[in-house]
């Protein structure tokens, strides 16, 4: 499985941004996938998660209301419309994927990495 994560870039506060992360793999195994992002000096975190089975998304309580993940399964895209960006969304995002049935929020449970995109907001 390989991911690919795109969109990023600099903006102002309050503008918004969509990433999306393309997923390539070799089997049709299911697989929950979602976003992490890291700021410097600190540690990686999750924002948001979308699990294979279901249509409810898990969120950190700092995008909750912001933030909206989406995926289309037949493109095998994952994305994230960020709104009202705030100066502490600055971080790397990474897009991430995973096929064990280990709990979601925990990060210690992905395989699979995207390289990561930059979202810089300038307040």
């Known amino acids: 499985v390989q991911l690919q994560a795109s969109g990023g870039g600099l903006v102002q506060a309050g503008d918004s941004l969509r990433l999306s992360c393309v997923v390539s793999?070799?089997?049709?195994?299911?697989?929950?996938a979602g976003w992490f992002r890291q700021a410097p000096g600190k540690e990686r975190e999750l924002v948001a998660i979308?699990?294979?089975?279901?249509?409810?998304?898990v969120y950190s309580g700092s995008v909750r209301g912001r933030f909206t993940i989406s995926r289309q399964k037949a493109k095998d895209t994952v994305y994230l419309q960020m709104n009202s960006l705030k100066a502490e969304d600055t971080a790397v995002y990474y897009c991430?994927?995973?096929?064990?049935?280990?709990?979601?929020?925990?990060?210690?449970?992905?395989?699979?990495w995207g390289q990561g995109t930059l979202v810089t907001v300038s307040s």
């Open positions: 991430a994927a995973k096929t064990n049935s280990g709990r979601l929020e925990e990060i210690a449970n992905y395989d699979y």
């Open positions: 793999r070799r089997t049709s195994s299911a697989y929950d």
């Open positions: 979308m699990p294979w089975r279901g249509d409810r998304p």
